[in-house]
Structures are given as C-alpha cells and as structure tokens.
C-alpha cells in the first residue's frame, strides 16, 4: 500500500518551452503533496508544500510563477515548469503524506522525473 | 550548521558486513525519525520509522534513537549487495510537516 506514482518518468524538451509533471496517489488520499528536486548526488531539496484545494507554500527561493503546482483533487498534483531552461534539467520527485495511512509524520514519495532541458 | 548532519561517504563494505549509518540533529522539536534508501534513478523508499529513543528492528535493519544526544543510527547486519544504494536519514516536527533531509550516505556492499 500508500503507492505513489509520476508521469513521465523522464523527458527532454527544448528551451522555452513547459513540462507539466503529475502525481498520483494509487491507493490513499493525500492530504497533502510535496514536491522536491534533485542535483545529481545530492539529498532532495524541498520546492513546495501543497494542500487540496488551496495554493502552494514555495520554500524560499523557488519562483512560483515558474514551478506551477495545481493539487486539484486528493490523489493528483501536477508542477508545470513553465519556459524550462537548461538549468531546469534535474530530478523532479513528489511525495504524499495522508493522515490516515502510515505512521504519523511519514511521506511516500514517487519514482521521480527526470527533466533534462536542452 | 545544518539541522540535520549526515557523513556522505561514500561507504564500500564487503558483503556480510555490519554497516552503521548516522546522523546528527540540532533541532529539538524533532519527534518523528526515519530512514529512506534509494536506489539509483529512483524515489525514495520508507525504510524505518522510530519516534521514541531506543531501538526498533526488522529483519536485518536496526534503527537507533537517542534524543538526549541528539544522534540516529541505521545499522544493517548481514549486508548484500543489494544493499547498495543511497541512505537517507529524515525527521519531522510532527504530523503532515515537512520532512528534514540528511545529505545521504552512498553505501556500496562488494560481493
């Protein structure tokens, strides 16, 4: 159980243009889904926080207008970069938390994307 | 200096080996403790899970709390091979609240 999944599992676009990146719980309602990206041997970086049906909390640092999240159901959330530029290439991974799946305070966390911008 | 301190590594064993993973932490509204592993190109997995100090075993993985010193541990008996794979030691200051990364060890068990 608490199967977490992303879609694409990678792409490559050209610059300029927008990849949208969804997560889907399989099996739970998330209350609430995070969204981290990744640098090659590095731990994950937190980007944003986000709750059903409201607006996601941006850590600092990461702009809101590029990295769309949209949380429009309790089992799908989408981030959309919007004008990807080479330096948008990394590893995207989402998580899921759910009150009532998992001990208190756990994230299930997705396969990853991997975006690579040309 | 970081909330939370992990040795990066990397780490190479040989298999059957006892490996010890740490972490320190400096946040002490930190309640919740656990460990991912992940394997190249993938998502993290729940490994353990603890909140109280002490120890809590399954199968081959021992995780260790102790909050007075402000210090988790992993330790992996018997190790495989298959064990290779990045360790991530997390912690959270409650329910549903964002989870505090270690930087991760890259451990590689030789056959």
């Known amino acids: 159980g608490a199967v977490v999944s992303q879609h694409p599992s990678w792409v490559i676009c050209k610059s300029g243009t927008s990849v949208k990146i969804e997560c889907r719980s399989l099996d739970f309602q998330a209350t609430t889904m995070f969204w981290y990206r990744q640098f090659p041997k590095q731990s994950l970086m937190l980007m944003a926080t986000?709750?059903?049906?409201?607006?996601?909390?941006?850590e600092q640092g990461v702009e809101k207008d590029k990295f769309l999240i949209n949380h429009a159901s309790l089992t799908l959330s989408t981030l959309t970069v919007t004008s990807a530029h080479p330096e948008d290439s990394s590893f995207y991974i989402c998580?899921?938390?759910?009150?009532?799946?998992?001990?208190?305070?756990?994230?299930?966390f997705g396969p990853g994307t991997r975006l690579t911008v040309l | 200096q970081k909330e939370v301190e992990q040795d990066p590594g990397p780490l190479s064993v040989p298999e059957g080996a006892i490996v010890s993973l740490n972490c320190t932490y400096s946040n002490s509204a930190f309640q919740y403790f656990m460990w991912y592993r992940q394997y190249s190109r993938k998502g993290p997995e729940l490994l353990m899970y603890t909140y109280s100090s002490g120890n809590k075993e399954d199968g081959r993985f021992t995780a260790q709390v102790d909050k007075s010193s402000k210090y988790i541990s992993l330790f992996i008996r018997d190790s495989q091979p298959s064990d290779s794979a990045t360790y991530l030691c997390a912690m959270s200051a409650g329910s549903a609240r964002q989870l505090t990364f270690g930087s991760g060890t890259q451990l590689t068990v030789l056959p």
């Open positions: 998580s899921a938390t759910s009150g009532g799946r998992g001990p208190v305070g756990t994230q299930y």
């Open positions: 986000s709750n059903e049906g409201s607006k996601a909390t941006y």
